[in-house]
Nanobody
Framework: QVQVVESGGGLVQPGESLRLSCAAS??????MGWYRQAPGKQRELVAR???????DYGDSVKGRFTISSDNAKNTAYLQMNSLKSEDTAVYYC??????????WGQGTQVTVSS
């Protein structure tokens, strides 16, 4: 059974940092990524990394967020620095399995507010 579990969300002030973790299990995953959805907005790509180390970032987080992964542990991390109020959203981890199926976690809330 495939499981995708996020952790690390919370409430921080503008300018602070937060680190999210995502652990996937039950399959072999070739791409792991982070997406976010703010109230009233569509889900958008934050960052994704494949098993070869290729990385994509959403335009709004370039230079502030860093994605990394541990392939042996099927774990991905998202280091978020210089957080802004507009980064407030539910952050979802996505794990793309080698058979072509995408799996999603339940999401973790990130709130940036003074």
């Amino acid at each position: 059974q495939v499981q995708v579990v996020e952790s690390g969300g919370g409430l921080v002030q503008p300018g602070e940092s937060l680190r999210l973790s995502c652990a996937a299990s039950g399959s072999i995953f070739t791409i792991m990524g982070w997406y976010r959805q703010a109230p009233g907005k569509q889900r958008e790509l934050v960052a994704r990394i494949d098993s070869g180390g290729s990385i994509d970032y959403g335009d709004s987080v370039k230079g502030r967020f860093t994605i990394s992964s541990d392939n042996a542990k099927n774990t991905a991390y998202l280091q978020m620095n210089s957080l802004k109020s507009e980064d407030t959203a539910v952050y979802y981890c996505s794990a793309h399995a080698w058979i072509g199926q995408d799996y999603w976690g339940q999401g973790t809330q990130v709130t940036v507010s003074s």
